[in-house]
T-cell receptor
Framework: DAKTTQPPSMDCAEGRAANLPCNHS???????VYWYRQIHSQGPQYIIH???NNETNEMASLIITEDRKSSTLILPHATLRDTAVYYC?????????????FGSGTQLTVLP | EAQVTQNPRYLITVTGKKLTVTCSQN?????MSWYRQDPGLGLRQIYY???????DKGDVPEGYKVSRKEKRNFPLILESPSPNQTSLYFC???????????????FGAGTRLSVL
């Protein structure tokens, strides 16, 4: 799985968009970008994934650059409950029973 | 509601006293896995199972056992717990098929274990 780099921490004002970046410059053609988050000591929660097109669901949007070397997770209207550690993971979609490698992630703090 | 259920949520025990942490999923997932999470070490995989009666070691299997007799259940067994197994444990499951959407892992709420 490709290595990812994320800033260790970010703050965001409540109600504003939170933009969390992730660099994955060694990503290969068959690797997807997945985002998970972990609210303090709770089980990690899947947010969104994508291959090369931008994706949106009820939780967030995922913007992947054209060269696929980086991506941004966007929480459009952050709330206090979005305070969590956000993990960007790059992995192939099929055939692998290997664990998810979470890395250090970004601690997002949403401020009132 | 689709979910992964772990029990107990909190457990304090003593060295050498056998214990079992249960994990059950109601999504008919083929793949199940156990992780432990320790400060500074992230999530590390203990064991995983790709289907009934099929289990394999992850990165840190020493001191743990698992079984997969039914598709929905994947208990984690500590035959003789030691203090270095004090940790936060998570069970996860996924459909585990060739499509990216089916490779999404769903996690339980966690079991915080303290071994004295």
């Amino acid at each position: 799985d490709a290595k990812t780099t994320q800033p260790p921490s970010m703050d965001c004002a409540e109600g504003r968009a939170a933009n969390l970046p992730c660099n994955h410059s060694t990503i290969s053609g068959n690797e997807y970008v997945y985002w998970y988050r972990q609210i303090h000591s709770q089980g990690p929660q899947y947010i969104i994934h994508g291959l090369k097109n931008n994706e949106t669901n009820e939780m967030a949007s995922l913007i992947i650059t054209e060269d696929r070397k980086s991506s941004t997770l966007i929480l459009p209207h952050a709330t206090l409950r979005d305070t969590a550690v956000y993990y960007c993971i790059v992995r192939i979609s099929s055939g692998s029973a290997r664990q998810l490698t979470f890395g250090s992630g970004t601690q997002l703090t949403v401020l009132p | 509601e689709a979910q992964v259920t772990q029990n107990p949520r909190y457990l304090i025990t003593v060295t050498g006293k056998k214990l079992t942490v249960t994990c059950s999923q109601n999504m008919n997932h083929e793949y199940m896995s156990w992780y432990r999470q320790d400060p500074g070490l992230g999530l590390r995989q203990i064991y995983y199972s790709m289907n009934v009666e099929v289990t394999d070691k992850g990165d840190v299997p020493e001191g743990y056992k698992v079984s997969r007799k039914e598709k929905r259940n994947f208990p984690l067994i500590l035959e003789s717990p030691s203090p270095n197994q004090t940790s936060l444990y998570f069970c996860a499951s996924s459909l585990f098929a060739g499509e990216a959407a089916k490779n999404i892992q769903y996690f339980g709420a966690g079991t915080r274990l303290s071994v004295l």
